[in-house]
Each structure stands twice: as C-alpha cells, then as structure tokens.
C-alpha cells in the first residue's frame, strides 16, 4: 500500500496542516486506509525532500505557527504515476488498490478503462487460481470461498466500470 498516493491525493485538492490533514483522514475514514500520525509525518518531510509537496509557515488567530502543505507540480505528476500503478495491479486485500479507485475521474475515460482492464486480468487469474485449489483443501479454508466470491464481485464492478468508461470515452471522441 503506497500511502504516499492517499497523502498526495489529498493534499492536491486543499493545503493542509499536519493535525488538519490527519483529522480529514480521520473524517473520511478513506476506505479503510489507516496512516498513523508519526508515519504520516515523517511522509511528508520525505516527499518534501523528494519536490512532491511543499510548505509554508501560517498562523491562524492567535494559534502557534504551523507548517501548511500543498502538492507541487512534480508531485502532481507523481500522483499520476502512482495513481496509475495502483488503479492497473491488484493485491487481494490491498486496501490502497481499493481506495485508489476513488481518483478514477482524474484519468482520461480511455486511460482509466485501459488501466482497469489490467487490473481485470490480475483479478481473473486470482479467480483462476482459487477455483483450481482441491474442494477439500477449501472447505477446510472457508476464507478461500469468501475470496473466490470477492474476485467474481471485483470482476462484475470492473467489467460494468470499464464499460461505463468506454461509452464516455466514445462519446467525447465523438463529440
């Protein structure tokens, strides 16, 4: 799981203080991404190092000074990297490859369905591969069976998806 996506992705829409970036985390509950302050903290300041983002000092009222964030271009473009890297693969139980799904409409129609349609192949051979294990070694694993039935959903949503993005992406090529 790349939180650095979950940072970016929220920082490129507002700038935001540290304790008010972990309370929108908090707020949003982000599909069941969890970061911990510290880890956060210390992402930050390596994708600061790094050029993604960048902060300023700011005072509000009489509170203490506080360090404010915002994504850089560089970050952007990191952003889209990862976005892309993320939405294409499947880990069962990546929760990230979940979350990333989320920023879908920052993809151009045909680039996101292009990206999902990877994703889909990953995820057929993960079906593939459960449906091949022994029934017996399966009922012995009922987690096995829940997993089978994740990826037929996950396939059902990616082919519906991919279709809804196709049908948008003709009709702007067409408009």
């Known amino acids: 799981m790349d939180k650095r996506l ?13 304790y008010g970036l972990m309370d929108y985390l908090d707020a949003h509950a982000m599909g069941g991404v969890a970061i911990g302050r510290s880890n956060a903290y210390r992402l930050l300041r390596a994708m600061e190092k790094d050029g993604w983002i960048k902060s300023h000092t700011e005072r509000d009222r009489n509170r203490p000074m506080r360090q404010v964030y915002a994504v850089t ?31 879908l409409h920052e993809l151009e129609p045909h680039t996101a369905a292009s990206l999902l349609k990877e994703r ?8 593939k591969q459960l449906r091949e294990i022994p029934a017996d070694v399966v009922e012995l694993h009922p987690a096995l069976d829940l997993m089978t039935e994740q990826c037929q959903l996950e396939l059902r949503w990616l082919r519906k998806k991919i279709g809804q993005l196709v049908s948008l992406a003709q009709s702007e090529s067409a408009a």
Do not use: D
């Open 6 to 18: 979950l940072l970016l992705g929220v920082l490129r829409t507002q700038g935001l203080h540290g």
């Open 73 to 103: 271009r560089k970050g952007e473009a990191e952003f889209q990297r990862l976005l892309r890297e993320v939405i294409a693969s499947y880990e069962p139980g990546n929760s990230m490859g979940v979350f990333s799904l989320n920023y």
């Open 120 to 127: 889909k192949e990953q995820v057929e051979l993960r079906a």
